[in-house]
């Protein structure tokens, strides 16, 4: 039961900004997006995480529409060490204390960045 | 620099043999996950605990694999008897979680176990 739709793979030249789409349509109101990234041979890294409101950190922006039911990740100047699986998730808020939620992931975007 | 260690990073064993993997946490995280990873099946979730007790366990086989936490800075991860279909990379990782309405937090993963039966 998929929550998430990536693309299964996309190309960024180095330098350039990488906008990763994900959709998740039936995304409710309790519910985070959190975007991962794997590189090769690696555990998955956090990169960035939000409810409604945009985001920025160091290492990307994530851009949410106003319906919530899809998002952007933008890295936006991305070099060859970005070259690595992106993984989109939604991630609900734990309803009860003592509690904690499921970090499911789902098949992601295999981003190459290219010279 | 803290970070989620795993133990070992590879392992062979034969089919039939017992495989325990191990896990420390980061200090002061309650949360604990445990994923498997193949080609084919991409990251599955396995089980997950928080504060030591198991809230979800349901990704994992449970004939023949079992998580415990003995205590707050250790999580094992056992196969017995290991089959050729268990080959997988395992990885641990370890988040806080405040629980209720309270935000996730991010989750730190470890380097990976690498598993292959034959």
């Known amino acids: 039961d998929a929550k998430t739709t990536q693309p299964t793979s996309m190309d960024c030249a180095e330098g350039r900004a990488a906008n990763l789409p994900c959709n998740h349509s039936t995304i409710s109101g309790n519910e985070y997006v959190y975007w991962y990234r794997q590189i090769h041979s690696q555990g998955p890294q956090y990169i960035i995480h939000?409810?409604?409101n945009n985001e920025t950190n160091e290492m990307a922006s994530l851009i949410i529409t106003e319906d919530r039911k899809s998002s952007t990740l933008i890295l936006p100047h991305a070099t060859l060490r970005d070259t690595a699986v992106y993984y989109c998730?939604?991630?609900?808020?734990?309803?009860?204390?003592?509690?904690?939620?499921?970090?499911?992931f789902g098949t992601g975007t295999r981003l190459q960045v290219t010279l | 620099d803290a970070r989620v260690t795993q133990t070992p990073r590879h392992k062979v064993t034969e089919m039939g043999q017992e495989v325990t993997m191990r896990c420390q946490p980061i200090?002061?995280?309650?949360?604990v996950f445990w994923y498997r990873q193949t080609m084919m099946q991409g990251l599955e979730l396995l089980a997950y605990?928080?504060?030591?007790?198991?809230?979800?366990d349901s990704g994992m086989p449970k004939d023949r694999f079992s998580a415990e936490m003995p205590d707050a800075t250790l999580a094992t991860l056992k196969i017995q008897p290991s089959e050729p279909r268990d080959s997988a990379v395992y990885f641990c990782?370890?988040?806080?979680?405040?629980?209720?309405?309270?935000?996730?937090?991010?989750?730190?993963f470890g380097q990976g176990t690498r598993l292959t039966v034959v």
């Open positions: 200090l002061g995280h309650n949360t």
């Open positions: 998730i939604v991630r609900p808020i734990p309803l009860n204390t003592g509690t904690a939620s499921k970090l499911t």
């Open positions: 605990f928080r504060n030591r007790a198991p809230l979800d």
């Open positions: 990782a370890s988040s806080v979680d405040g629980g209720g309405t309270r935000l996730n937090t991010e989750a730190f």
């Open positions: 939000g409810l409604k």
